[in-house]
Antibody, heavy 121, light 107 residues
Framework: QVHLVESGGGVVQPGRSLRLSCAAS????????LHWVRQAPGKGLEWVAV????????SYADSVKGRFTISRDVSKSTLYLEMNSLRVEDTAVYFC??????????????WGQGTTVSVSS | DIQMTQSPSLVSASVGDSLTITCRAS??????LAWYQQKPGKAPKLLIY???TLQSGVPSRFSGSGSGTDFTLTITSLQPGDVATYYC?????????FGQGTRLDIK
């Protein structure tokens, strides 16, 4: 069965760093583009970053560019989000999600359950 | 960046009704639009991709249309289980962006 399971969330002070993980199972991990999407408390969805399939192209939302880095370890079937210089406004549930397939234009069809990041002093 | 604007922000309808949610892009995105359903406390679920293609397993009561800058999601024969927030997302170019969401309540 196909799954994405996020971990690594927690409470962190502003300016500190945190690394989120997303463990994948049940599908060819390297063949899909993978995204991070976040949702602040009571707010809508905000796309954060993508790592495309075989070409490994990275792209980021303006709000996190230069602070967050997306990467993957194919040997562990795990996607990461390294978050530096965290701000209070980064507080959110962070979801990882998979491209539906055939490229990144066909929506995200598989989502994890989310991991919560709280940035507070 | 491409801005996505949904309307209405909140809609209330009765079981059996039909309703339409609109999503407008700030520039031409061709057909590269997806719709998601998110129930409280859950991850989003892909309903429609490429503006009008129904994701596998999604009931045919859901349909999408549009191209360019104007898109719609239509839900017919509303069911209690359709209570959720619905989001559009442009997949034409990075950075991807979501609409602000439309919350659907059942009267």
């Amino acid at each position: 069965q196909v799954h994405l399971v996020e971990s690594g969330g927690g409470v962190v002070q502003p300016g500190r760093s945190l690394r989120l993980s997303c463990a994948a199972s049940g599908f060819a991990f390297s063949a899909y583009g993978l995204h991070w999407v976040r949702q602040a408390p009571g707010k809508g969805l905000e796309w954060v970053a993508v790592l495309s399939d075989e070409e490994n192209i990275e792209s980021y939302a303006d709000s996190v560019k230069g602070r967050f880095t997306i990467s993957r370890d194919v040997s562990k079937s795990t996607l990461y989000l390294e978050m530096n210089s965290l701000r209070v406004e980064d507080t959110a549930v962070y979801f990882c999600a998979r491209d539906r397939g055939g490229g990144d234009r066909y929506g995200m069809d598989l989502w994890g359950q989310g991991t919560t990041v709280s940035v507070s002093s | 960046d491409i801005q996505m604007t949904q309307s209405p922000s909140l809609v209330s309808a009765s079981v059996g009704d039909s309703l339409t949610i609109t999503c407008r892009a700030s520039q031409d995105i061709s057909k590269w639009l997806a719709w998601y359903q998110q129930k409280p406390g859950k991850a989003p679920k892909l309903l429609i991709y490429a503006a009008s293609t129904l994701q596998s397993g999604v009931p045919s009561r859901f349909s999408g249309s549009g191209s360019g800058t104007d898109f719609t999601l239509t839900i017919t024969s509303l069911q209690p289980g359709d209570v959720a927030t619905y989001y559009c997302q442009q997949a034409n170019s990075f950075p991807f962006t979501f609409g602000q969401g439309t919350r659907l309540d059942i009267k």
